[in-house]
């Protein structure tokens, strides 16, 4: 049996954690239960404090497919993205983070599809586990992106960056950007889809969870802060020439309206909707002009 599974190519999971042995368990077991039995687990442990080093140790004594390393000082996300992928001894990396779980069929059903479309890189639908609410919810109810998606990215990025298996050799020429802690996905994803042919199963294969951590107002700052520096020096790139950013601009502009409501600036978000450009979704915000601002706080923290 042992002979058998190492004939099948070996995955690389990606586990990056920063304080987060609350869910870290739940995560480590999805990868264990995978159908797909050939992979390692590279648990890249970002500076915790909390328990994270003894459920890590725990886990290593009892199954010699998990590595782990520790990092000395604090990384942005996607510098230790890039530091754990150099660890990787697979000819396929996949990505897993502390707080969030696969189903156990997600890295076998993912090497069929790669093999059968002859692409090097896929990823799926996912659920949305609101712990908050404790309810769950499906990502994305229309089809997924396929194919040449450059635009498509640039229009609406939805490619959950822990439903993706890629091939290890596109990290050669492509890497994350170190800077970023929000939009790494975005960027890398975007970029190699200029090259690469990308193909998607809408199966939900993995789950994200919401959680109070992750609904900061400083992250929604931080999204848009990378976002704009991301347009600004992408723009004009040749890579780029044929493509729009005029959807893209639109999302930012949402969001800075939204934190604009969210931190009660109502006359500020009134101003920004008013100005151009002009578009739906934009003026949906003008309900919140009515509403009491805790209630604003609740729709706008989904």
């Not at 000395?72 to 150099?86: F, G, V, W």
């Not at 044929?242 to 006359?267: A, H, P, R």
Request: charged share 30%; glycine share 2%; hydrophobic share 40%.
């Amino acid at each position: 049996m042992r002979k058998k599974i190492n004939k099948l190519p070996l995955i690389s999971i990606i586990l990056n954690s920063h304080n987060g042995s609350k869910y870290l368990s739940t995560s480590i077991n999805s990868a264990i239960k995978q159908k797909y039995k050939n992979w390692e687990l590279i648990i890249f442990d970002n500076n915790s404090t909390d328990n994270t080093s003894s459920i890590i140790k725990k886990y290593k004594n009892k199954d010699k497919r998990i590595r782990s390393f520790k990092s000395s000082s604090l990384l942005n996300l996607y510098d230790a993205r890039n530091k754990a992928i150099e660890k990787a001894r697979g000819d396929y990396i996949s990505f897993l983070d502390s707080d969030d779980w696969w189903e156990k069929n997600k890295l076998y059903d993912q090497i069929n599809l790669l093999k059968k479309e002859r692409v090097n890189v896929v990823y799926s639908n996912l659920y949305i586990f609101n712990e908050i609410k404790k309810k769950y919810y499906i990502f994305s109810k229309e089809n997924l992106y396929n194919g040449k998606i450059t635009q498509l990215l640039l229009n609406n990025f939805k490619m959950p960056i822990l439903t993706t298996l890629l091939k290890k050799k596109i990290f050669k020429f492509q890497k994350f950007d170190k800077r970023f802690n929000i939009i790494g996905d975005f960027d890398f994803f975007t970029k190699i889809s200029l090259k690469e042919k990308i193909i998607s199963t809408n199966n939900p294969l993995a789950y994200y969870r919401i959680h109070q951590s992750n609904l900061t107002s400083k992250r929604l700052d931080l999204n848009i802060k990378e976002l704009e520096i991301w347009i600004k020096e992408n723009i004009d790139k040749k890579r780029f020439k044929k493509f729009s950013f005029k959807k893209l601009k639109m999302f930012v502009n949402t969001l800075k309206i939204k934190k604009l409501f969210l931190d009660g600036e109502n006359i500020k978000a009134l101003i920004s909707i008013m100005r151009g450009p002009y578009y739906f979704k934009k003026f949906k915000f003008l309900l919140f002009l009515f509403v009491p601002k805790i209630i604003t706080k609740k729709i706008l923290s989904k």
